[in-house]
């Protein structure tokens, strides 16, 4: 009786830690490696080639890419996303949130707005932004850091500052490495840099922050100045 009670006690301890296991979430199909298959290279060619033709480009879709695998139309938009074509981009962007396995993701986001920065697009960074707000989506404070970040590289400190605001609000921590990849970012903006520098000095009161030297702040004005003069 006691080696079949012991027996009894050993597979339930087994079957917890199983069940346990296999519970845990599986790693995003948005941070998978994304290989065109056959299927959706041919997929991929058909769209660039009817996207001048909205008729059939919208026949295609319904008759040929929504009846992709979710594999094959994730390695699609990700392709695109590598050719940095934004219309495409978010055609299949919207076809991927009407499937009925999609789920809100960060990653998914983050590789849309990463692609947009790229692009320099503002109104439809405005339109996914609003979209994973509606969704409830959360960055982590790593991923606002290189948000904020490829906004800044592009050109596009406006909307680099919309996002830090969002970031500044987030329910997550803060942390010390994605304020300073922000900071080197607004190396050619001062201005901005000093109050995104307050803020970290704010938040880590303890650190300490190396200014680059002034002239490569004078640099950078020189250099677009020179950028306008070329403009007219």
Request: charged share 35%; hydrophobic share 40%; net charge negative.
């Given at each position: 009786?006691?080696?079949?009670a012991?027996?009894?006690?050993l597979s339930?301890?087994s079957?917890?830690?199983i ?6 979430p599986s790693?995003?199909?948005w941070?998978?490696?994304?290989e ?5 290279l ?6 660039k ?18 009846r992709?695998?979710k594999s094959?139309?994730?390695s699609?938009?990700?392709?695109f ?6 219309f495409?981009?978010?055609?299949l ?11 809100p ?9 990463m ?5 320099k ?6 339109r996914?932004w ?7 989506v ?5 991923t606002?850091?290189d ?12 909307e ?9 609000q ?5 942390l ?5 990849v922000?900071l ?7 201005e901005l ?6 803020d ?15 002239d ?6 020189k ?9 007219y």
């Amino acid at each position: 009786m006691l080696r079949l009670a012991l027996r009894r006690v050993l597979s339930s301890s087994s079957s917890r830690f199983i069940t346990g296991s296999a519970s845990k979430p599986s790693l995003s199909i948005w941070r998978r490696k994304k290989e065109l298959g056959k299927e959706g290279l041919i997929i991929t060619k058909e769209l660039k080639r009817l996207q001048s033709d909205p008729v059939r480009l919208d026949r295609f879709v319904r008759s040929n890419v929504s009846r992709l695998l979710k594999s094959d139309l994730v390695s699609v938009l990700f392709e695109f996303h590598r050719q940095d074509n934004v219309f495409l981009s978010m055609k299949l962007y919207d076809i991927v949130r009407k499937e009925i396995w999609y789920r809100p993701d960060m990653f998914f986001y983050r590789d849309m707005l990463m692609m947009l920065a790229r692009n320099k697009r503002v109104d439809e960074t405005k339109r996914v932004w609003d979209d994973l707000k509606g969704e409830g989506v959360l960055f982590d404070q790593h991923t606002f850091g290189d948000i904020v970040r490829a906004y800044l590289d592009s050109g596009m400190p406006s909307e680099a500052m919309d996002i830090y605001e969002e970031m500044r609000q987030s329910p997550e921590p803060p942390l010390s490495l994605p304020f300073r990849v922000i900071l080197k970012g607004l190396i050619p903006y001062p201005e901005l840099r000093e109050k995104i520098k307050d803020d970290f000095l704010e938040v880590f009161p303890d650190m300490i922050i190396y200014d680059p030297p002034e002239d490569l702040f004078d640099d950078h004005e020189k250099h677009d100045d020179e950028s306008n003069c070329d403009i007219y």
